[in-house]
């Protein structure tokens, strides 16, 4: 499908459309700052944002989920079916690492053994982007094979020309969500490519990430890890915001005789994360668990899905409590001998 | 869509207790539906997760072999920190739970058939070593491999599992039986040492052989140098792995060493790939 032109006067009213037939999300400004939420209309969304604090992983991973349920009687097993949802989700103003991340979860969760809650929630979602012009001080998307107006993961991507948005159709299921809009003109086209270029030049990758994979193969032993975790607190906020980190628990929540088998984000920074009954514990300390992350993100997942388990959106630097900077990490372990 | 979380149900037709310690026990599993036990097909070396409802799940190698049909054992040690393990030491024979799998790879899937096998064990951890020696005896089977030879070693009488078995298999003139306790005691009549001191007297020949070695990590410690003075390959030594899991199918993000998944990639292991693997486990 060619490149399609909202002007902006007229977006009221597509997501009016939208809402109609979809449950749609996008970015709101709550108290906690912007999240991604549900909207009825237009005035209910920001769009002044560089990201959301939350990332759209909540979306195909919600941080708690029910699996099944069950009721706790003498003698029975018997378990209960989730109800599915029946209207289908749509997210509005993804930025382009977000989608990035999708397409990094849909490798793990979709491939060998799917994995049905995810993969019901992915069939029936639509993410629509919105590419980044003035990316934000944290980003770092082109230091991991990533750009501003990056189009993986995504269905469709937006781009906030002056007046107007062109959109860039990307998928086939998004066609008649765009069927009824003019068709970008030649100018249009070569504006959003200069912002594109524009929006490029102000995020100099901070570092060359090529061969950081093989780098790590021989760094399992180095001193490094012995220094980087230091500071930690083993908060795990690093991991909660992360667009890309999906390891999860499950665990078993009962009231009274009602009861029903949860799967909640998990995080490698914490300790219980890898305690076995017996006591014994494999990674016994932060270092184990900060090298755990680092490697897990760029050297075993990349082994594993071609694709590194970051994608420099910037929230966990933007966030972390005693100021980690997985930027600083990295350019560290980059240029270590 | 086939639900990899939704566990099957079945039955607990017996538990029995294995040790003197009275913290180990053999829980005898029934399917409730036909259909599942149907589906259900398994090889020696493979795990599944136990499921108890309002407890949660935990993942346990299965001890008894495909050849005895019908029924699934587990043999669990109590764990006082462990939730699940609590939960079924608590339960009763009749008492419903559920299973998810089986998972992981099998020893079958690391070429041992048409070969020697030495099967090594220690204590409590000869539970999947159990179903591998069912399976490779049975009449079906017991052409598919040359000599069986098992060492299994506890600390005291009382510490060894599958007593019963032991002895039926000592009677065996197919397959060749060690036992041996670390110390007996006043009624024990049989063979005192360690399990790498008997490995180096029993000198189970290393000809197209593959041993199999699963038990406390100094007994594993101390038993390679001695498999590897026989002649063993680092690719004919191999070992199961434990590991914390939730999922048991690659997806949780727990249970790997290095960028290799136990759950799926393993339990099984090579000690030539466990050398290539970082010593995190």
Redesign the interface.
Known sequence: MKEKILAKKDLSEFINKLVKEYDVFAPVKKDEGILFSKIDKVDDMCLSYSNTKNSVKEFLLPQSEALFRFVKKENSNEITDIKKKKRRNLLFGVRPCDGKAIAMLDKVFLENIPDSYYKNKRENILVIGMACNEPDQTCFCTSVDGGPFSTEGLDALFVELKEKYLIIPIAKQCGKLFAHLDTASQEDINYAEKLKKNAGKMLKPVFEIEGIKEKLDGMFESPIWETIYQKCTKCGICTYLCPACHCFDVQDETVGEKGCRVRNWDSCMFPKFTLHASGHNPRPTQRERWRQRIMHKFNYLKENTGLYGCVGCGRCVEHCPVNLDIRKVLKDILESK | ???????I??IIRSITDEAATKDIKTFELAFLNKEDEKNFSYLPGQFAEISV??????PVGIASSPTERGILKFTIKW?P??V??NALHNMFA?????IRGPFGNSFESKNIKNRSVVVIGGGFAFTTLRSLTTYMIHLNNRSKFKNITVIYGARSPGDLIYKKELEEWDKRDDMKLYVTVDKGDKDWKGREGFVPTVTGEVKPSAENAVAIICGPPIMIKFTIPKLVELGFSPENILNSL???M??G??????C????KYVC?DGPIFSLAELNDL?K??
């Open positions: 869509m086939n639900n990899p979380y939704l566990p149900p079945m409802l309002g407890s949660g799940e935990a764990y920190k462990g699940v393990t009749g008492d419903k739970i559920g434990e590991m914390r939730k999922c199918i690659g997806k949780c993000g727990r790997n060493i290095g960028g799926k970082p995190e486990y």
